[in-house]
């Protein structure tokens, strides 16, 4: 159902799912997914740290729940959970696009810039997209 788009659906089956094995962190993570595509943030950050809990070597479900996070205005655990995938995993783009823009909401605009620069130069789509935009023009005139 997740790739259905149908995420009541699919949080139904996650729900039984968890039922049967309660230590299924693929099940926390796809009902987290499912969540957060409905804008339950609250629902699928706690559903990613379950996850986390039963395998913290999931460095996905890290960067995951750090989106979250920086959707919930919570910038500080948005760098702390992006930080740790930074530090695990190499294809980090997408979480240098989340650390970013967090940096960014802190006032840390210099350290914001430089992940997003990055995240753009390993061709993060949505990175490059706001860096070209008005709205991202705070950072592509950055001189450094």
């Known amino acids: 159902y997740n790739d259905l788009q149908e995420y009541k659906k699919a949080i139904n089956d996650f729900d039984k799912a968890i039922e ?5 962190a693929g099940a926390f993570y796809n009902r987290g997914f499912a969540k957060g595509e409905l804008k339950d ?4 950050i706690e559903d990613y740290t379950k996850a986390i809990q039963i395998d913290p070597t ?10 979250f996070k920086y959707q919930q205005g919570d910038y500080i ?10 530090s695990n995993e190499e294809n980090v783009g997408w979480v240098l ?14 350290d914001g810039c430089k992940d997003l ?10 990175t490059q997209k706001y860096l070209a935009s008005v709205e991202g023009s705070w950072c592509r005139n950055m001189p450094f």
Request: glycine share 10%; no cysteine.
């Open 117 to 126: 620069r990055q995240a753009a130069s390993l061709q993060v789509e949505d």
């Open 58 to 67: 999931n460095y996905i479900i890290y960067g995951n729940r750090a989106w």
């Open 97 to 110: 696009d989340t650390r970013g823009l967090a940096q960014y909401k802190l006032g840390k605009q210099k």
């Open 77 to 86: 655990g948005a760098i702390e959970d992006s930080n740790q995938v930074i």
């Open 20 to 24: 049967l094995d309660s230590i299924d």
């Open 41 to 44: 943030y609250k629902g699928a």
